[in-house]
């Protein structure tokens, strides 16, 4: 059967550890001499950026090389939908050429879901969809902190996850609620009213798992993990803070900051990061910042994920919408 990746919404905390742990095979390949294996020798993979990217494309990229896939890379500028082509049709015609598995960037939330629901033959991963979802890096962003945990009993549970910054505007930071919620972790969602959206402050949906903390250092008390986020000013139609300035005097994660957090916190940034701005330049180069290795582990968890789609040997698709 034809499996996608949409989102991680609707995973099991099963079918998390799953791709988590086809992942950490991936990174034992990646850390050998010859960083190839063959599995997907004979697969073909569409690398469908609409939107700009450096790491996530180039991690996709590099992970289906790594399996031995046939890899395409698709930007916006050199697609036909510069022509007025919509996306229906570029996809189309993509699948008259019969790649197994489309990895698809997008600006608009539920392109991916869309592509899913219209194309018969093709596996579709979403590599980022609008405000959606980004579920590779919400994967990546666990297997970091699984590795980092590794001696702790609990592993990735039992955590305190603070998720900082434009929350409204973020897919990194949605399929991080849904992948700690999935796992019973404990998430303070924190920023200013602006941008942390209405869909999280159902008591009755979410219990006490989720709470929402204006105040940085609040927000910060007793956090053993700390995802900043970008403030993603590209998807600001509206002015959502007073200056940048003012906010990052709120809200930067800094040093003094993170003293509010458990001795032992370590700091998450999905990048391109704004230093100075949602982070300083001494947190994201600091010993608590885990930045270079998701980058690293990046790439394991896609192989994971596009060997799972590939090969048929995979878990649930994850809600789509
Ligand atoms: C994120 C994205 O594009 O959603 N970046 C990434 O994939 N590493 C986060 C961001 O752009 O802020």
Same mark, same amino acid.
């Given at each position: 059967?034809?499996?996608?990746?949409?989102?991680?919404?609707?995973?099991?905390?099963?079918?998390?550890?799953?791709?988590?742990?086809?992942?950490?095979?991936?990174?034992?390949?990646?850390?050998?001499?010859?960083?190839?294996?063959?599995?997907?020798?004979?697969?073909?993979?569409?690398?469908?950026?609409?939107?700009?990217?450096?790491?996530?494309?180039?991690?996709?990229?590099?992970?289906?090389?790594?399996?031995?896939?046939? *890899?395409?890379? $698709?930007? #916006?500028? &050199?697609?036909?939908?510069?022509?007025?082509?919509?996306? %229906?049709?570029?996809?189309? @015609? !993509?699948?008259?050429?019969?790649?197994?598995?489309?990895?698809?960037?997008?600006?608009?939330?539920?392109?991916?879901?869309?592509?899913?629901?219209?194309?018969?033959? *093709?596996?579709? $991963?979403? #590599?980022? &969809?609008?405000?959606?979802?980004?579920?590779?890096?919400? %994967?990546?962003?666990?297997? @970091? !902190?699984?590795?980092?945990?590794?001696?702790?009993?609990?592993?990735?549970?039992?955590?305190?996850?603070?998720?900082?910054?434009?929350?409204?505007?973020?897919?990194?930071?949605?399929?991080?609620?849904?992948?700690?919620?999935?796992?019973?972790?404990?998430?303070?969602?924190?920023?200013?009213?602006?941008?942390?959206?209405?869909?999280?402050?159902?008591?009755?949906?979410?219990?006490?798992?989720?709470?929402?903390?204006?105040?940085?250092?609040?927000?910060?008390?007793?956090?053993?993990?700390?995802?900043?986020?970008?403030?993603?000013?590209?998807?600001?139609?509206?002015?959502?803070?007073?200056?940048?300035?003012?906010?990052?005097?709120?809200?930067?994660?800094?040093?003094?900051?993170?003293?509010?957090?458990?001795?032992?916190?370590?700091?998450?940034?999905?990048?391109?990061?704004?230093?100075?701005?949602?982070?300083?330049?001494?947190?994201?180069?600091?010993?608590?910042?885990?930045?270079?290795?998701?980058?690293?582990?990046?790439?394991?968890?896609?192989?994971?994920?596009?060997?799972?789609?590939?090969?048929?040997?995979?878990?649930?698709?994850?809600?789509?919408?």
């Amino acid at each position: 059967m034809r499996r996608h990746l949409i989102g991680i919404e609707g995973l099991t905390k099963e079918d998390i550890y799953s791709y988590l742990n086809n992942a950490a095979t991936f990174v034992e390949v990646s850390e050998r001499e010859l960083k190839k294996v063959p599995p997907l020798r004979g697969k073909t993979i569409v690398n469908l950026f609409l939107e700009p990217s450096t790491r996530t494309r180039v991690s996709f990229e590099i992970a289906g090389k790594r399996l031995s896939a046939d *890899t395409i890379n $698709v930007g #916006a500028s &050199d697609s036909s939908i510069t022509k007025g082509e919509t996306l %229906l049709d570029t996809a189309r @015609t !993509l699948q008259a050429m019969a790649p197994d598995i489309i990895v698809m960037r997008h600006k608009e939330s539920g392109a991916p879901h869309f592509l899913a629901k219209h194309l018969e033959k *093709t596996s579709i $991963v979403n #590599a980022g &969809d609008g405000m959606h979802e980004h579920p590779t890096q919400a %994967l990546l962003d666990l297997l @970091t !902190l699984k590795h980092h945990f590794k001696e702790r009993s609990a592993g990735i549970e039992d955590l305190t996850v603070a998720i900082v910054g434009d929350i409204r505007h973020s897919r990194v930071a949605r399929s991080n609620i849904w992948a700690h919620l999935a796992l019973n972790n404990r998430i303070n969602l924190v920023g200013p009213p602006t941008l942390i959206p209405e869909e999280f402050r159902h008591p009755r949906l979410f219990g006490e798992k989720i709470n929402i903390i204006h105040d940085l250092k609040t927000g910060l008390r007793g956090a053993d993990v700390v995802i900043c986020l970008r403030m993603q000013l590209e998807r600001q139609t509206d002015k959502f803070v007073p200056s940048l300035e003012e906010y990052s005097q709120e809200y930067c994660v800094n040093e003094r900051a993170l003293q509010a957090a458990n001795p032992g916190c370590v700091v998450l940034h999905p990048g391109p990061a704004n230093r100075g701005l949602e982070v300083s330049s001494a947190v994201l180069d600091g010993a608590q910042s885990l930045m270079q290795k998701q980058v690293n582990f990046g790439v394991a968890v896609r192989m994971a994920v596009l060997f799972a789609l590939a090969t048929g040997k995979t878990v649930s698709e994850g809600k789509s919408e």
